[in-house]
């Protein structure tokens, strides 16, 4: 099935933005790859702005899908298991092959620092991921709620580090520590 127009803007848009930023890719050069006119662009989207909050939804609904999918897929085993298996998606994702440059989000606020509807969106992104792994370990787990923000911690602290040094090795850091995180929940003291 041939993607939508709309679509295909926002395709071109992402590859651009995420691999160049925000701030250095103009509507022109948009409309070029996308080899469509300028009339095309501003029908689907009335602003540049427009379009880096529509590419940031969607990159937002496709890493929670992913997410979601690894869910999905590992029912039926421990939170542990599925929490790990999520780590692994994010090691496969961020290969030495891979384009990867860091969080799409982070990215984005730090180009646009004071614009507060992309920041709202990487927010809401960030408490989705959250929820995403507090919903697999589960509300009558003891400390939840902790146990999920500490797990997101290390999977944001794995983005920043993959970005900076260009290997994805600490996501073995990071499950270890979310190996410890499940043994201080499981027992406290």
Known sequence: MKASLREHILDVAEELFYAQGTRAVGIDRIIAEADIAKATL?????????????????????????????????????????????????????????????????????ENAGDEPIRNIAISHKQAVSELFRSVIGADTPGAQRLAEQIALCYEGALSTIAIHKSNRCIEAAKASIENCFKIAADPM
């Open 42 to 110: 501003y029908a689907h989207f009335n602003s540049k702005h427009a379009l880096i909050l529509a590419y940031l939804q969607r990159r937002s609904d496709r890493v929670l899908g992913f997410m979601g999918d690894t869910i999905h897929a590992t029912a039926g085993e421990s939170a542990k298991s599925v929490v790990m298996a999520m780590f692994d998606v994010l090691q496969h994702n961020t290969g030495v092959d891979s384009p990867f440059r860091g969080c799409a989000f982070m990215l984005a606020v730090a």
